[in-house]
């Protein structure tokens, strides 16, 4: 007999869940750090580009389905395809997961760890913006530090997926995301009225285009995937628990909207802050926690900010990773007939100690790169830049071309309110779908291998 597949609790329950798996250290952490290694403003706006062409259109296609097959990510495949190899883009999804998550979670556990710092009142005893700087360096650089956060975060994540979709997902994400969003405001108002501001807000909204490279579109691609939780059948999995009767071009544009404004409110907050302590934009993976303490040290009330801003940062990191964990967890438990727990301490574990090697790419294996790239910047390459957008072009492909609108769209009507019955929002759909999303990532794949 087959199992009763879990739903989510309520149609807000979905786009909760999946508004939590986009909004994470993507946004937070990722996405400044990116943008001021890639230049900024014309970065930014290469981002956004890439999120409303080709992220939104196969965002769509994702959630489609899983709500239509009410599969994991291998088993929508193995349903609608009769070319049995279509399955590889689900298990490539779940190899992405893996490696996305062994170093998401190192991300994760400084946040944590911060946490503990901002408890301790640590960021009021700096006495120039070094200090900030000073301090992360020794954290980082201590591996047992790096090592045990991790495993405090990895040990959350599991516990949540454990008690599976429901009480696990949707609960953390209906309360907290929105006290994130207002710690936001407050830290991007703080941000704007700071002296020297406006060079940050110039760095990130006034594009200077020579600063554009091959790579930073890449770069901007990868990024469009990794912050919407694309092409890796993550959103996949989730439309699989999301009842027939919601609408699902207009989740996916509000979770679309939710996670490109938490992104440019964190760029703001942060680049206001970077230009105004006299920091460098481009320092890398360490920037937020490098330059929101300094701001946390001189502002009113920074001593509470600095706790909750650090504890939110870990508990989205907490609802993204989830997803990922569940993706590998959904198949094992749908085609395998796993039980849960069995597949969440079993991969779990595997994960965990895979993620062992990130962390101790910034102390004890810092010596070791391939190309220039430590340990941790090539899982991120890897997942990022190549599994993300290569499975979000075999997912237009597949809709678009194998599966056919036939089909996609009588399901994707499904539960439709009028808007999205509206011809122009289909043709569109379809159009960026069709074309515009698998040629664009094409054409960068062939640029990003020097092919022209
Ligand atoms: N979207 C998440 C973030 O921005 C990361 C993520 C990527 C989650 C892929 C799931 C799948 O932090």
Redesign the pocket.
Known sequence: MLKKREQWGSKIGFILAAAG???????IWKFPYIAGENGGAAFVLVYLVFILLIGTPVLIAEILLGRETQRNSIGAFKQLASNKLWMIVGGMGILAGFV?LSFYSIIGGWAVGYVVEAINGTFASFETPEASGDLFGQLIGNAKWVIGMHTIFFGLVMSLVYFGVKRGIEFGSKILMPLLFVILVILMIRGITLEGAEAGLNFMFKPDWSKITGDSILIALGHAF????LG?G?MLTYGSYMPEDSDITIASLQIVFLDTLIAIMAGIAIFTAVFASGLVPGSGPGLIFQTLPIVFAEMPGGYIFGILFFLLLSIAAVT?AI??LEVVVAYFVDELNWSRKKAVFIFGGIIYLVGIPSGLSFNLLSDYTFNGLNFFDLADFLASNILLPLGGLLISIFVAWIWGFEKAIPALLKGATKMSHNNMVLMSWKFFLKFVAPVFIFIIFLHSIGLF
């Open positions: 798996s986009a909004i994470g250290l993507g946004n996305i990794f912050t919407l939780s890796m993550a993204s997803s990922l």
